[in-house]
Nanobody, 119 residues
Framework: QVQLVESEGGLVQPGGSLRLSCAAS????????MGWYRQAPGKQRELVAV???????NYADSVKGRFTISRDNAKNTVYLQMNSLKPEDTAVYYC?????????????WGQGTQVTVSS
């Protein structure tokens, strides 16, 4: 199995920055795409950013130019650098990892971390 451990979110003022991390561990054979989703109260979970194992990252239009996703393959870790945060970025953020354990490929989710943008 694969375990994902996310860093803590927090309370940030509008215009501020925050960096999230998500480390994958366990009996991992391969890791494919790594990404971040978020879910605000009363809304559906939405994709924030995704970075494939090889290739360019993709971002939701709402975060382009403000958020940067990156990964450290040696550490099986994905990061989300969030700058110029807005109140509408307030949500629970979840990391998502596509990984293979032996011959089985599955999607795995982090436990979620709260990010609140407020003055």
């Amino acid at each position: 199995q694969v375990q994902l451990v996310e860093s803590e979110g927090g309370l940030v003022q509008p215009g501020g920055s925050l960096r999230l991390s998500c480390a994958a561990s366990g009996s991992i054979t391969s890791i494919y795409a790594m990404g971040w989703y978020r879910q605000a109260p009363g809304k559906q979970r939405e994709l924030v950013a995704v970075i494939p194992s090889g290739g360019s990252p993709n971002y939701a239009d709402s975060v382009k130019g403000r958020f940067t996703i990156s990964r450290d393959n040696a550490k099986n870790t994905v990061y989300l650098q969030m700058n110029s945060l807005k109140p509408e970025d307030t949500a629970v953020y979840y990391c998502n990892v596509g990984a293979r354990v032996l011959f089985v490929r599955s999607d795995y989710w982090g436990q979620g971390t709260q990010v609140t943008v407020s003055s």
